[in-house]
């Protein structure tokens, strides 16, 4: 049985096909490059605060912050060993909101699991793995502030790696 719907493509037939092809692969690269350029403009810068001392905190206990301004409540953590995104000697200092991503509930600590956990919905959120879900409703990991921790032991806050709730952005 014979197909009447294949057709014959020749050799002028498909490179001209191929060119098309790699004209809009390269029209695709530059847009691409446009718009993560514009994406680098559109970053929001956010400020550098002191939030504690590590002398101020104590191994799983939470200390109550606010970052990047007293609207945004967050807690700052010692969690007694080193975690991705941890700062100071021990790589075990961490930070993030405590406004949680689905409905905005104030999250509470708990030393037993190092989570953070909602009362709203009950999504809750590791610790020791920067804020990722484990449970619940939400649908983003929890913010994690960046940390650095200068030569006598303040802890700066520098910056937010996921929106903060209820904001357009990190910075109002």
Known sequence: MKCDR????????FLRGSGVAAVGAAATAALGSEAKAQTALARVETPSIRLANLADLTVNEPLDIAYPDADSPGVLLKLGTAVPGGAGPDGDVVAFSVLCPHKGWLLSYN???KT????????RFDCEAGGQQVWG???QNLPQFALRVDESGDIHAEGVDELIYGRLSNVL
């Open 6 to 13: 294949l057709v014959d493509a020749g050799r002028r037939q």
């Open 111 to 113: 030393a037993d699991d």
């Open 116 to 123: 953070l956990n909602c009362p709203g919905h009950h999504s």
């Open 137 to 139: 409703h939400a649908t």
